[in-house]
Structure formats: structure tokens, C-alpha cells
């Protein structure tokens, strides 16, 4: 019994342990479900605000599984997340079969630390894309991706650089630094936002090279990875370190590409600070468990966030988001989002947006402006999601925050790239037209509608050709095929258009083709010019270029005329005089008489060259009678084997055919002076050979196409050439320019050959040239030939005058004074003769009643003739004096009026002539 009872004891006992070991395992399963309980609201909570991220959340494995995916990742792909777990990014976002290539994913798990990179996706967007590595205990389990989606933004810049680059307009208020700079580094040209940044004025950056300001740019394995890769047309993105004139430094993103310009390639770098940037990723870097991603992302992104309450009390915000306001987090825990930092003309805007948030269930993005704790506003793009309670009402806001100011100032800088495009289009001085590839124009500008006289209206329709006149068209044509449409540009060349009024307008125009992105032609720019003011200037050309032709005759035969005039009249005199004594010996002897007659006829030719060259070099307006330019060019030639040295051959080409023009003997002459002239320089060091050719041409209306000035028809074709040094290819376009010299400076004036191309026009002709470096020149001058060339008229001898007088003659050439006894005596009067005009003096003095007339020479040794007239008069006033001269710049008819010499004769003098001036004198009958 006692057996039993203790046994029953010790069951009771045991059955009480029991009992408590449950009561322990029930409150340890309480607290259990408690832990769990908080453990999944945990996580729930995390999951939540994860999946409202308003960037793509990714949590991939060491084989690039996706093992989470936020909510934002899982809608861009219009899948649940269950769909998107198991799956592999570049699978489900790229259609790829392997990883991106630079995917900063990959980049992450090889080098355990965070990376990031711009990606495009097969759908045309493009995202910020950051990996982070992932470690539990030390070791790498895998890599979370963040994801922003950047596509407004890069659209937004690529449209800014397309609308700088059309207009190549550099914008000084850019966000980004700027630098124009030469391949050796040399800087060119910055804007405001790159002296700001640098903290230099814009004048020392000038004169500072890239490698003061980048401490890499000078690195050779720089050198070897960024420029040497730079071409024409292509930018490249680099990261380097600049360093501001305080010496301090800071990390820079610069996009460099090549420009083209006249003076040769430069680089263009625009520079972005990405100190912030880098901040970020550093702090992002450090996230090394997954269970610090939430508070990583929200407190190092550089996207501001935060948690409100449904009454618009800040909950949570990040650093970002502090930084975007100005405020501290503890003072926006404080404030409200709705009323305090939104103003009040928004908020009626935002109440409706989270009223369609609650309605529809589905994220609402708007724009909006924030007061900042400085007073000002900030534009900003806001991405808000809501977490709703199990009932349906809303918990709180999760907002995503962008700062939009950039890409308003991006969007209202081209906007007003745009205007200044569309101003500048318009009031242009130049005309810009666009015709579609029939040549149907389709758009203008206010100048070229000025130019036609057109409206908007009637130009509708209307083509090039309409407004061209025919003559041109076929030449126009021609440049669009050729030119346009094969290389995509024409030169510029001249035309004319029809206004609607019938007046002709001319113009200068450069046409350019237009392509679609897919390079097929789909229209032309056509940029044109009134050129009316430029063909007045040059006709004032012109005229200037007759004014420069009679100022160099001056300096090339002034000193000429009043060296040699004198000599040469002498002995034309002589032989004239000579000439005239034989035919009056040879009256009876017609063939004698017609050869003397010949010569006569040669003497007054050269007494007409002394005459012309006169009359040249005194600024006569010379008349243009029919030439020689046989007789002409032998003459010229004669002249300039005298001048030129030995070492160069003169050699003779003429056809014996007609060689006659109506035109200017002197200036013909200038012309052949002037490239003789050139010739002989070209051949000064070496020697050479000179030769001049005439021939007769025919020019039909092909050969003269390309000279608008000439007409089909004969031609004489006057050709001068050498064996010289040539005419640099640079620079044979401009050697009819006026000044335009080829000679060192003090050696030319620059003015021959333009006078040659002014005379030649003057007289309808023109004049080509072509030449060989080291090989010679021919110039080629045609000028129209006069076809009759009509006859001279025979000299008569002088008869005999009656009454006689008693003349005393003086001249300081014997050969003169004998002649001229013989011929006065001919004619009847009785001569005293004297070769000093000293001697004459006396001879006078001593006999003044004695003498009826004077004939005196003028320039003469002791005392001039003009001198001696003097002297004479003032033994006896009303004695009558003839004064003969071949050139003289100190005597003209009013000065020897002026003296009291009644007459003045040019030599040679004919004896007929001679014989009517002393009838005229001595008032004989």
C-alpha cells in the first residue's frame, strides 16, 4: 500500500513537471510567433518601401539570378516580381543571351567594387545603371543593381548639342565648363560656367594650356587612351581632375570631341563637375549587406526622397532631399510638405494628383516648384506611390524627388537657340531659300522675298527656274548635277533673277543638299547675295583702273618724252627735210618721186609715235584711230632690245597678213612694255628667251562662251611669252588684281598688269594667261581686227612763198640749220643761219632792222630759244618768232604768247607747213 501510494507521489510530481516544461514550450512558441511576427512586418516593411522606389531595385546572385526585384523594376518590364525572380537582366530588359557589354553588374562581382554605367535598352531608353557588391560574412554573395531611367534627360542634352552644333553658337550661361582648345593643349576659348568653376578670369585662362587646369591631361597613357582616338564627328567621355587657381582639386566628367576649322582641328570639351557624383557612389560603395540597402539607397542617392504623412508631415527624407530644400532634416520634421514648402498656387494642382493617385491605385509623376529655406524656388518632377493599410486608407507617401531645373534651362536654352536661329534667319541680309528636289521652292526668308518681290503666297509653287531668266538655265542645271547632287555642295557662282516686277537682279549663290536621317536627298539650301553694289564697285573700278592706266603712263614715258622727244624730232626733221629737198630735185621723176613720198609717209608715222607719246605723257585724251600692231610691236621691241640684258633673246613672230586695230597706239604699246617687262624679270637670273607673236584668229560663239565681253568674229591674237621662272599656281587667279605684287616689297607696285587688263578691255579684247612653275608664261591678248584699213595721203612739196623775206634761223644742229637755208631758200626767202644761239644774239644786234623773221630751235646750249627770244624783243618788240620744238616742259603756247612769240611749231616740220606759218606771220598774201 505505502508502495503504491509513493508511486502515485511521484506520478502527481511528474505529471506537475509536465505540465510546467508545457506551460514553458507554449509561452516559448508565444514569444516565437511574436519574433516572426515582427520579423515579417520587418521585412514587409522593407519589401514596401523598396518597391516604391521610384529607381529599379535588382538583388542578383553570383550567376546573375535576379533572387528580389522592387516593384518600379518588375512594372518597366509590365510583369509581377515572382515573374522577374529567377531571371536574369540582360535576358528580360536587352533580350541578350550574355551580359551587357561594360555592364557595371558584372563589373561589381569581378572586382568587388561598385560600378556604374550608362545603358540604352532595345526599346530606345536609357538608364543610370549602378552595381554594388553584396557580402554576408565577409564573403561576396552577389550584386544589387540600381537603375534610374535617364532617357528625358540624355534626349534633352543630345537636342541641346545638336541645336549648338547647327548653329555653332557657344552658350555661355551652359551648365557644363567649356573649353576650346589647340591638339598641343594651347586654350582657345572657355565660358562663364569655366571661369567660375576654376575660379579664373576668362582673360588668364586664354593664356593658359589644358595641362595647367587637368593634372592627367599630360600623362602619356592619357595621351594614348582618349586623344589619340579622337576623330572628326565623334565625341568621347572621359573622367579626369581638375585643379582651381586656389589650388585645390576636383573630379570632372568631360565629353571631347573634334571640331573642323579654317585654322585647323580643335579640341571642344565640355566639363561637368561630378563631385557629387562621385560622393554618392563612394557612399554607395560602402553598402556591403543586404540588410543596409534600404537605408543605403534612401540616404546616399542622389535622388531626393521622402515619407509623408497623408497631412503632408515630413516622416523621413534623405540627404538628398535636404540638400535640394536647403533645410535640415530636423527642421522638415517640423514642416509640411503640402503648405510649407510647396506654394500656393500648386497646391491645388498636387491635391488633385494625390486624389488621382488613391483613385486609380497607380503612381502619379507631375511637376511642381519647392520654397527653399533661402527664399527661392526650385522647379522639380515628382514620382509619388502610395502604402495603403489593410482598410484601404493611406499610411503614407513615398516621393521621389528630381531637380528639373537643368533640363528647363536645356529645354528654354533651345527654345531660344531656336528663336535666335529663326532671328537671324529672318533678318539676314543674305536670302535663304529651300526647294524640294524638283526645284519647287518650299521655303524662304524675309531678304529673299524682298530680293523677287514676291509674297509667301506667290512664291507657293513657284520654281528656280521660274524666277531665273532662260539664259541662265542650262548653266545652272549643270552645277546642280554636277556639283550638288554628286559631292553635295556648289561653289558659289553668279546668276540672275526676274523679279516680279521684269527688273533683273543680280545675285552671287551657294547651294547646299539636304538629306533625311537615312541620307536620301530631299531638298537644297540655296544661300544668295545681292550683288549690285559689288558690280558698281567694280565698274568704279574701272574707271579707277583708266585713272591708274594714265597715272603710269606718266611715270613710264614722262621722263622718255623729255629725254628722247627732242632728239628724235631733230632727226625726223632732218630726214624729212632732206627727203622733201630730193623731191624737188626729182620732180620729173615719178618713181623717185613716189619712193621719197614713202619715206615722208614713215617720218610722219614717227613723228606721230613722238606726238602720241607727248600727248601721253601731258594727260591728252588720246583718240583711237586704226594701228599697225606690226609697226607697233617692231618699234616697241626696238625700245626694249636696248633695255634688256644680253642674256635674253628677243625673238619676232609676225604674220604678214593684215595686222590692224582701231585703237590707242600708245596704250598698245604700254601693254606690250608691261609684259615685256615682266618677262624680262621672270628671266633675270637665267635668261631665257623672250618672244612675241601676232596672228590672226577667228573666234567662234564656242571659243568666246567664257568671256562675256566678246563677240564671234576676227580676231588678232597678240602673244608674248617667256621662258622664266613662272607664275605660282596660289596665286595666277590674282595677278590682274590692282597692288597685287609678286615682287619683294619697294620692287613692283602692283599695278602693270591690271592696267594691261584695263586697256585690253577698253578695247574689246581680253587677255589669258597660262604659265608652269619653272617653265614660263604666255600671255595671250585678242583684240578685235579692223578689217579696211584705209589709205594715208600723199605729201605734197611746198611751193615756193612770195614776197620774199629775210630770215635769220638758229638751231644747234647743223644738219637742221643746212636744211632748213635750202628749204627756206626754196620757198623764197633769203637765210642767215646759225648753229649758237649766242652768235645769233650778236649777229642780230649788230644788224635788227635787218631781219624780217626769227625761226629759233627751242632747246638749245647758253640760251634757249625761249631765252633768246626774249633778248631779242627787247632790242625790237614787234619783231615776228617762230619757235620750234620737238618737247619741252618749260614751254606751251601761252608762255611763248606770254614772251611775244607769235607762232610754235612741233618737229619735224613739213616745208609745206612751214610755209603757211611764215605766210600767216609775215601777213603775206
Known amino acids: ?42 521585412e514587409q516593411e522593407k519589401d514596401l518601401v523598396l518597391s516604391n522606389v521610384g529607381e529599379l531595385v535588382l538583388y542578383q546572385s553570383l550567376d546573375m539570378k535576379i533572387r528580389w526585384a522592387s516593384r518600379a523594376a518588375a512594372d518597366s518590364l509590365g510583369l509581377s516580381p515572382d515573374k522577374v525572380i529567377g531571371g536574369r537582366c540582360y535576358e528580360l530588359w536587352h533580350g541578350r543571351s550574355d551580359p551587357c557589354e561594360g555592364c557595371p553588374v558584372v563589373a561589381a562581382i569581378e572586382t568587388g567594387e561598385s560600378a556604374q554605367a550608362e545603358m540604352e535598352t532595345p526599346d530606345g531608353r536609357i538608364w543610370n545603371v549602378r552595381g554594388y557588391p553584396a557580402f554576408a560574412d565577409g564573403k561576396l554573395v552577389g550584386a544589387t543593381e540600381v537603375t534610374r531611367e535617364i532617357t528625358r534627360e540624355r534626349r534633352a542634352e ?38 567660375k568653376s576654376l575660379g579664373y578670369t576668362r582673360e588668364e585662362l586664354l593664356s593658359m594650356t589644358l595641362a595647367e587646369i587637368d593634372i592627367e591631361v599630360e600623362s602619356q597613357q592619357h595621351k594614348e587612351r582618349y586623344w589619340d582616338d579622337l576623330e572628326p564627328g565623334r565625341f568621347i567621355t572621359i573622367e579626369g581632375t581638375h585643379r582651381r587657381k586656389d589650388g585645390t582639386t576636383f573630379p570632372v566628367e568631360v565629353r571631347v570631341g573634334l571640331v573642323q576649322r579654317h ?46 504623412h497623408p497631412d503632408g508631415r515630413l516622416l523621413k527624407i534623405n540627404p538628398a532631399f535636404c540638400r535640394l530644400t536647403g533645410y535640415s532634416e530636423q527642421d522638415l520634421k517640423s514642416m509640411s510638405a503640402l503648405t510649407d514648402l510647396t506654394p500656393p498656387e500648386w497646391r491645388e494642382g498636387e491635391a488633385l494628383e494625390l486624389e488621382t493617385l488613391h483613385r486609380t491605385g497607380q503612381p502619379q509623376r507631375y511637376e511642381k516648384e519647392y520654397l527653399r529655406k533661402n527664399g527661392s524656388r526650385i522647379e522639380v518632377e515628382v514620382m509619388v506611390h502610395e ?8 499610411e503614407h507617401y513615398y516621393g521621389f524627388v528630381t531637380d528639373i531645373t537643368q533640363r528647363k534651362r536645356r529645354e528654354q536654352e533651345l527654345r531660344r537657340s531656336e528663336q535666335r536661329y529663326q532671328e537671324l534667319y529672318e533678318a539676314s541680309r543674305d536670302g535663304y531659300a529651300m526647294v524640294d528636289m524638283n526645284g519647287t521652292i518650299t521655303t524662304s526668308n524675309s531678304t529673299f522675298k524682298q530680293m523677287v518681290g514676291y509674297t509667301d503666297r506667290e512664291l507657293a509653287g513657284l520654281t528656280y527656274a521660274d524666277i531665273t531668266p532662260e539664259k541662265w538655265h542650262a548653266m545652272e542645271e549643270g552645277i546642280l548635277e554636277q556639283q550638288v547632287r554628286r559631292r553635295g555642295y556648289s561653289d558659289v557662282y553668279e546668276k540672275e533673277y526676274r523679279r516680279k516686277d521684269g527688273t533683273i537682279l543680280p545675285i552671287e549663290i551657294r547651294t547646299n543638299l539636304v538629306k533625311d536621317p537615312e541620307g536620301n536627298p530631299t531638298g537644297m539650301w540655296s544661300f544668295v547675295r545681292d550683288v549690285t553694289e559689288r558690280r558698281r564697285i567694280k565698274e568704279e573700278r574701272q574707271r579707277l583702273e583708266t585713272r591708274l592706266q594714265q597715272t603710269q603712263k606718266m611715270e613710264a614715258l614722262g621722263t622718255l618724252a623729255g629725254g628722247v622727244a627732242h632728239d628724235f624730232n631733230n632727226i625726223l626733221a632732218v630726214i624729212t627735210g632732206y627727203t622733201e629737198l630730193l623731191m624737188l630735185e626729182a620732180e620729173e621723176d615719178p618713181g623717185l618721186c613716189e619712193n621719197l613720198e614713202q619715206v615722208l609717209q614713215a617720218s610722219r608715222r614717227g613723228a606721230d609715235l613722238v606726238r602720241q607719246i607727248l600727248t601721253f605723257s601731258q594727260q591728252a585724251t588720246p583718240e583711237k584711230k586704226p594701228v599697225d600692231l606690226r609697226i607697233v610691236i617692231k618699234e616697241s621691241l626696238k625700245f626694249m632690245r636696248a633695255s634688256l640684258p644680253a642674256t635674253i633673246e628677243i625673238r619676232e613672230r609676225l604674220s604678214m597678213k593684215s595686222g590692224t586695230i582701231l585703237g590707242d597706239s600708245s596704250q598698245i604699246r604700254q601693254v606690250l612694255m608691261n609684259l615685256c617687262g615682266n618677262a624680262a624679270q621672270a628671266m633675270q637670273d637665267r635668261g631665257g628667251v623672250l618672244e612675241i607673236r601676232l596672228e590672226q584668229v577667228s573666234l567662234d560663239s564656242e571659243v568666246v562662251a567664257p568671256f562675256p565681253d566678246l563677240e564671234p568674229g576676227p580676231y588678232l591674237r597678240l602673244t608674248a611669252s617667256d621662258t622664266g621662272v613662272g607664275i605660282p599656281t596660289r596665286v595666277i587667279d590674282r595677278i590682274f588684281e590692282p597692288f597685287f605684287s609678286t615682287r619683294g616689297r619697294g620692287k613692283g607696285t602692283g599695278m602693270g598688269l591690271a592696267v ?53 634761223f638758229v638751231d644747234d644742229e647743223p644738219m637742221l640749220v643746212d636744211y632748213a637755208s635750202r628749204i627756206l631758200e626754196h620757198l623764197g626767202h633769203e637765210v642767215v643761219a646759225h648753229t649758237s644761239s649766242v652768235e645769233a644774239l650778236e649777229a642780230f644786234r649788230a644788224e635788227p632792222a635787218e631781219f624780217d623773221l626769227v625761226i629759233t630751235d627751242m632747246t638749245m646750249p647758253n640760251l634757249t630759244g625761249a631765252e633768246l627770244s626774249k633778248r631779242l624783243l627787247e632790242i625790237r618788240p614787234e619783231l615776228p618768232i617762230i619757235l620750234c620744238t620737238g618737247f619741252s616742259v618749260s614751254i606751251d603756247p601761252e608762255r611763248a604768247g606770254q614772251i611775244g612769240i607769235r607762232e610754235m611749231l612741233t618737229k619735224p616740220v613739213l616745208a609745206k607747213d612751214l610755209s603757211e606759218v611764215i605766210k600767216k606771220v609775215l601777213q603775206l598774201d
Open 158 to 195: 543630345e537636342a541641346l548639342r545638336e541645336s549648338e552644333e547647327r548653329f555653332r553658337t557657344l552658350v555661355e550661361e551652359a551648365a557644363d565648363a567649356m573649353f576650346l582648345n589647340t591638339m598641343e593643349g594651347r586654350i582657345m576659348d572657355v565660358n562663364g560656367r569655366a571661369c
Open 387 to 394: 502604402a495603403c493599410d489593410v482598410d484601404g486608407s493611406v
Open 263 to 308: 585654322e585647323g582641328p580643335l579640341m571642344l570639351g565640355l566639363a561637368r563637375d561630378i563631385t557629387d557624383r562621385k560622393d554618392m557612389e563612394a557612399a554607395l560603395g560602402e553598402s556591403l549587406e543586404r540588410e543596409r540597402l534600404l537605408s543605403g539607397v534612401i540616404e546616399r542617392s542622389s535622388q531626393p526622397f521622402a515619407v509623408t
Open 1 to 42: 500500500m505505502a508502495a503504491r501510494d509513493k508511486t502515485k507521489k511521484q506520478l502527481l510530481e511528474e505529471l506537475a513537471s509536465l505540465q510546467q516544461q508545457v506551460a514553458a514550450l507554449q509561452e516559448a512558441a508565444k514569444k516565437h510567433e511574436r519574433t516572426e511576427e515582427a520579423l515579417r512586418r520587418s
Open 756 to 808: 594691261v587688263d584695263g586697256i585690253v578691255r577698253a578695247h574689246g579684247g581680253t587677255i589669258r594667261v597660262e604659265s608652269e612653275e619653272g617653265k614660263g608664261t604666255v600671255f595671250d591678248v585678242f583684240l578685235p581686227m579692223l578689217e579696211d584699213e584705209g589709205r594715208s595721203e600723199a605729201i605734197e612739196p611746198a611751193a615756193p612763198t612770195t614776197p620774199s623775206a629775210r630770215i635769220l
